[in-house]
């Protein structure tokens, strides 16, 4: 029992404490460099947090592919059910029928978008 505790948090708390101390460390040296900064009297200038634009075909890109995976992954068990398939070869019916429907949402989000503007393309024609 203890061995199984003691691996748990070596497999979790190690990494999570490692990261916090290279986070720390990190922040220590930041706050470190601008504290040099100013006694030497040069004001440090801020830090400009810039907010990323969002792709807003992510989210039509997850549903596309979600359906597909959602699709392919009833079909695979209709087929491995209701054909005369040895059970041994039911899981790669199944496996086959999930990566074929994937392709077809993959394949139908780019088919979709491609005839989509950018959103940088709409800004430079805003900005024209």
Same mark, same amino acid.
């Given at each position: 029992?203890?061995?199984?505790?003691?691996?748990?948090?070596?497999?979790?708390? $190690?990494?999570?404490?490692?990261?916090?101390?290279?986070?720390? #460390?990190?922040?220590?040296?930041?706050? =470190?460099?601008?504290?040099?900064?100013?006694?030497?009297?040069? *004001?440090?200038?801020?830090? *400009?947090?810039?907010?990323? #634009?969002?792709?807003?075909?992510?989210?039509?890109?997850?549903?596309?592919?979600?359906?597909?995976?959602?699709?392919?992954?009833?079909?695979?068990?209709?087929?491995?059910? =209701?054909?005369?398939?040895?059970?041994?070869?039911?899981?790669? *019916? *199944?496996?086959?029928?999930?990566?074929?429907? $994937?392709?077809?949402?993959?394949?139908?989000?780019?088919?979709? #978008?491609? =005839?989509?503007?950018?959103?940088?393309?709409?800004?430079?024609? =805003?900005?024209?």
């Amino acid at each position: 029992m203890l061995v199984a505790v003691i691996a748990i948090i070596c497999v979790v708390g $190690l990494p999570i404490g490692f990261g916090m101390y290279l986070g720390l #460390t990190a922040i220590r040296a930041e706050h =470190k460099e601008r504290m040099n900064l100013i006694n030497q009297g040069i *004001i440090p200038p801020e830090k *400009i947090k810039r907010k990323a #634009t969002p792709n807003q075909f992510v989210s039509l890109r997850n549903g596309i592919v979600l359906v597909a995976l959602g699709i392919g992954i009833i079909l695979g068990f209709l087929c491995s059910e =209701k054909m005369a398939i040895p059970q041994y070869n039911k899981f790669w *019916i *199944i496996a086959a029928s999930i990566v074929f429907f $994937l392709g077809l949402g993959y394949l139908s989000y780019f088919l979709i #978008t491609r =005839k989509m503007p950018d959103a940088q393309q709409k800004e430079e024609v =805003k900005q024209e």
